[in-house]
Nanobody, 115 residues
Framework: IQLVQSGAEVRTPGTSVKVSCKAS????????INWLRQAPGQGFEWMGR????????KYAETFQGRVAFTADTSTNTVYVELTRVTFNDTAVYYC?????????WGQGTTVTVSS
């Protein structure tokens, strides 16, 4: 049972970034997938969650209009796309299963926004 995320990304300000989270070892559609991030020296920030079964998503107010979650049930993969990135979006991004406390985490994906 695991969540495996895509590799590190580097972006310039104003562009978009998309990170994937591939689930294996359990029934993909039975659990919410949450996205969180942790900026350098900061705590975790919850970005939102989605239900892979019906594709419905709930986004944190901070990210409304700038983030989108999608799911591909054929590959058991959930994606987060963040648009119009700024230096403040530099962080390690995590997917996590279920409700808080989350019982399964991806390994994290470092996103660096640099000019």
């Amino acid at each position: 049972i695991q969540l495996v995320q895509s590799g590190a990304e580097v972006r310039t300000p104003g562009t978009s970034v998309k990170v994937s989270c591939k689930a294996s070892g359990y029934t993909f559609t039975s659990y919410f997938i949450n996205w969180l991030r942790q900026a350098p020296g900061q705590g975790f920030e919850w970005m939102g969650r989605m239900d892979p079964e019906d594709g419905k998503a709930k986004y944190a107010e901070t990210f409304q209009g700038r983030v989108a979650f999608t799911a591909d049930t054929s590959t058991n993969t959930v994606y987060v796309e963040l648009t119009r990135v700024t230096f403040n979006d530099t962080a390690v991004y995590y997917c996590a299963r279920g409700g808080n406390p989350y019982d399964l985490w991806g390994q994290g994906t470092t996103v660096t926004v640099s000019s």
